[in-house]
Each structure stands twice: as structure tokens, then as C-alpha cells.
């Protein structure tokens, strides 16, 4: 399977008519199901995947490999160690304000050296 058809279905999968069943909403009716294609839910989806709703603070860290493509191939450059701290304000009806703070340190593939 080439990049694009795998993206395909990856996307299919996601974006289908199952994608609102893995959400919840207290809002979103007795299914509790939010509907990425009305700009209430869709509100509540963002802000579920990347904040929270009151003001505590969202921790987020992710250890990764940095790709590129090098000779028409993706080649792994170097690790990436990746830490945030979010925290948002609400500032009006489905409005808010974010900070955040972030840091990164990138190692070495084979000895994991900053």
C-alpha cells in the first residue's frame, strides 16, 4: 500500500460516519455524540483534543523521530523529546484564550546523546 492510499483510508476511518461515536457530549443529545460538521461540536472536539474545559493545566509530552526525505526516501534524522503545558481561559460563548509553554530537546538515533 503506497503513502496516499494508506492516508486514504486512514482518513476514511477517522472522517467517516464512526468518527462521532468515539466522542462523547453532555450537550450532544441522550447518544451523547458530537457531529464534527456542526460548529458547536466541533468546538468541543478541539478543545477536548487539545485543552481541557475548566482552567487546570494540561500536561503533554511526546517522544518522537524526526523524518525527512532524503533521495527520494523518508530517512530518520534525529529523536525529538517534546513537553508542553497548556491552560486556557474561557473569554466568551465557544471563545478562549491559550498559553502555553513548551521545551524540546533533540538526541541523537544511536547513542540518545542531547
Known amino acids: 500500500m503506497e503513502r496516499r492510499e494508506a492516508l486514504g483510508v486512514l482518513g476514511a476511518a477517522v472522517g467517516g460516519a464512526g468518527f462521532p461515536t468515539i466522542i462523547g457530549s453532555k450537550s450532544a443529545g441522550a447518544a451523547g455524540l458530537l457531529d464534527p460538521t456542526k460548529p458547536e461540536d466541533l468546538y468541543s472536539i478541539h478543545r477536548k483534543l487539545n485543552f481541557s474545559f ?4 494540561v500536561f ?3 517522544e518522537a523521530t524526526r523524518f525527512g526525505l532524503r533521495d527520494c526516501e523518508f530517512t530518520p534524522f534525529w529523536k525529538m523529546h517534546v513537553g508542553m503545558v497548556s491552560r486556557v481561559k474561557d473569554v466568551g460563548e465557544r471563545l478562549y484564550e491559550s498559553s502555553f ?3 524540546i530537546f533533540y538526541s541523537d538515533l544511536e547513542t540518545g546523546k542531547l
Open 54 to 57: 475548566d482552567e487546570k493545566p
Open 60 to 62: 503533554w509530552f511526546i
Open 101 to 103: 509553554m513548551s521545551t
